[in-house]
């Protein structure tokens, strides 16, 4: 049965005070972000809205040049991720897949990172968050460097500085991928680096092996041994 038509006036109209400022909030999240496609997006952002949890929001708005589009990734997007599931050591592939589609990232990519990760239900995150890091940098040097942007615990304009264990971590996972580095290279040049932690973060030291790196051939970790000199 059709409802009648009824007309109401402003003061029937019950308007939340918090409206708002919830649209003005969701607006400049759009913004920011910039989804590839709002819809879903904007399902993801009000549904994490109303349990509390971590939006799927970037920092601030990314240029072009920072977007890889073969991936879909971006610092920013990769940034937003390990914010929504790092607090746990471990998370769900179904909560992983829920996170990457709010944010409108394509689902082939995700099962290759699964794929390459060999993982199961519950997975790792700093070893999936490695992964991402690799799909963004291309290179160990690279993708170790995006690792200390994104994990940086600095103000912005200093120095992306993280955690000795967690470069560790991250780049033991990565180097293992490559069948040509062997544990022993591994385990020196992890060595060499941790006697140098106390006077010089990691990331400038890749930062500075990444710039030579355009210059020089050799294996990846020449390069950042060359950080090292």
Same mark, same amino acid.
């Given at each position: 049965?059709?409802?009648?038509?009824?007309?109401?006036?402003?003061?029937?109209?019950?308007?939340?005070p +918090?409206l708002?400022?919830?649209?003005?909030d969701?607006?400049?999240?759009?913004?920011?972000?910039?989804?590839?496609?709002?819809?879903?997006?904007?399902?993801? #952002?009000?549904n994490?809205?109303?349990?509390?949890?971590?939006?799927?929001?970037?920092?601030?708005?990314?240029?072009?040049?920072?977007?890889?589009?073969?991936?879909? %990734?971006?610092?920013?997007?990769?940034?937003?991720?390990?914010?929504?599931?790092?607090?746990? *050591?471990?998370?769900?592939?179904?909560?992983?897949?829920?996170?990457?589609?709010?944010?409108c990232?394509?689902?082939?990519?995700?099962?290759?990172?699964?794929?390459?990760?060999?993982?199961?239900?519950?997975?790792?995150?700093?070893? &999936? &968050?490695?992964l991402?890091?690799g799909a963004?940098?291309?290179? %160990?040097?690279?993708?170790?460097?995006?690792?200390?942007e994104?994990?940086? *615990?600095?103000?912005?304009?200093?120095?992306?500085r993280?955690?000795?264990?967690?470069?560790?971590k991250? #780049?033991? #996972?990565?180097?293992?991928?490559? *069948?040509?580095?062997? +544990?022993?290279?591994?385990?020196? &040049?992890?060595?060499?680096?941790?006697?140098?932690?106390?006077?010089?973060?990691?990331a400038e +030291?890749?930062e500075?092996?990444?710039?030579r790196?355009?210059?020089?051939?050799?294996?990846?970790?020449? &390069?950042?041994?060359?950080a090292?000199?």
């Amino acid at each position: 049965m059709p409802l009648p038509d009824t007309m109401f006036c402003a003061q029937q109209i019950n308007i939340p005070p +918090q409206l708002p400022d919830i649209l003005k909030d969701f607006t400049k999240a759009a913004i920011r972000t910039q989804p590839k496609d709002l819809l879903p997006w904007s399902a993801a #952002y009000f549904n994490a809205l109303s349990k509390g949890q971590r939006l799927p929001v970037k920092d601030r708005l990314e240029t072009n040049a920072s977007h890889k589009t073969d991936t879909g %990734l971006s610092p920013g997007l990769l940034k937003t991720l390990h914010k929504q599931l790092s607090p746990c *050591e471990t998370c769900s592939k179904e909560d992983l897949q829920k996170k990457w589609k709010g944010l409108c990232l394509p689902v082939d990519q995700l099962e290759d990172l699964l794929l390459l990760g060999s993982f199961d239900s519950d997975i790792d995150w700093m070893e &999936f &968050f490695a992964l991402g890091c690799g799909a963004l940098g291309g290179s %160990l040097l690279s993708s170790l460097t995006f690792a200390c942007e994104i994990l940086m *615990e600095d103000e912005e304009g200093g120095a992306a500085r993280i955690p000795f264990d967690t470069f560790v971590k991250l #780049y033991t #996972y990565l180097a293992h991928l490559d *069948e040509d580095m062997s +544990q022993d290279h591994i385990d020196k &040049f992890l060595s060499s680096l941790q006697a140098q932690a106390d006077t010089m973060n990691v990331a400038e +030291q890749c930062e500075r092996a990444r710039r030579r790196e355009r210059g020089h051939g050799g294996s990846t970790l020449a &390069f950042l041994s060359l950080a090292l000199v």
